[in-house]
């Protein structure tokens, strides 16, 4: 992965199971790096992403925000995030920014015969959001809509404390016939993108595809 810009890319992993995974993103992402080979240039390349991403700050505040990047890379490592990328535009003038992550994960050992079924009924008891069950072209999934509370570091704030923002999100996992699952999630805290930026990740939820290790499409089951 690279900080550059994604031009509408078409981006892909490979799982250890042997299903690869393809999804198109729209142009005006800057994606997060995970190629560094150690912690040094994992920042580099973090700081230049903070140069892309706030051009008109001054080199403190870009040297915070490679750092708290820095400091999330253990979370996403123990989410199984294979990609993050975030997006800023204008929304009827308003400033408004969304993130997406793709992860793999491991499905759990009770889900039996109907994964989908399942997630769905297990999301639903932790009541998460709205979840729904959707057939996309690669395969069913289960669809969550919900907000969630965090926090802004207090080096990028104003007040210079942390400071509490809700953020919307949408999450669609699809369960892969290997015992994995495919999680996609995008949120926004700017709530004039909500249906923006909705309608964007529904193109690349739709645009995913998986393939056999001979490059023949799979088509999850269910």
């Known amino acids: 992965m690279t900080t550059d810009t994604v031009d509408e890319a078409r981006l892909n992993l490979a799982e250890s199971g042997g299903i690869e995974v393809r999804w198109i993103m729209p142009e ?3 994606e997060l790096p995970f190629e560094a080979d150690d912690l040094e240039e994992l920042g580099e390349q973090l700081l230049d992403l903070a140069k892309q991403a706030l051009p008109g700050a001054d080199e403190e505040v870009q040297v915070q925000y490679a750092a708290m990047c820095v400091a ?3 979370e996403f490592i123990e989410a199984g995030v294979q990609y993050a990328g975030f997006v800023t535009t204008e929304v009827d003038g308003v400033r408004c920014t969304a993130t997406v992550n793709v992860s793999l994960l491991d ?8 994964p989908v079924g399942f997630i769905a009924t297990t ?3 932790l009541e998460l959001g709205q979840i729904g069950e959707v ?3 690669c395969g069913p999934a289960v669809t969550c809509v919900g907000s969630r509370s965090s926090s802004i570091d207090g ?4 007040s210079g404390g942390d400071e509490p923002i809700w953020t919307s999100f949408i999450q669609v996992q699809i369960p892969l016939n290997n015992g994995t699952v495919l999680l996609l999630e995008m949120g926004t ?3 004039e993108g909500w249906d923006v930026f909705s309608a964007m990740f529904a ?3 739709k645009s995913v595809r998986f393939f056999d290790a001979e490059g023949a499409p799979l088509v999850m089951p269910g």
Not at 107 to 114: C, I, K, T, V, Y
Not at 155 to 158: A, N, R
């Open 72 to 74: 999330h890379y253990d």
């Open 189 to 191: 805290p700017t709530v």
């Open 203 to 205: 193109g690349v939820v």
């Open 155 to 158: 080096s990028l704030t104003p």
């Open 28 to 30: 005006g992402f800057l």
């Open 135 to 137: 057939q996309l072209p």
């Open 123 to 125: 999301m639903r008891h």
């Open 107 to 114: 499905l759990d050992e009770r889900a039996g015969s109907n």
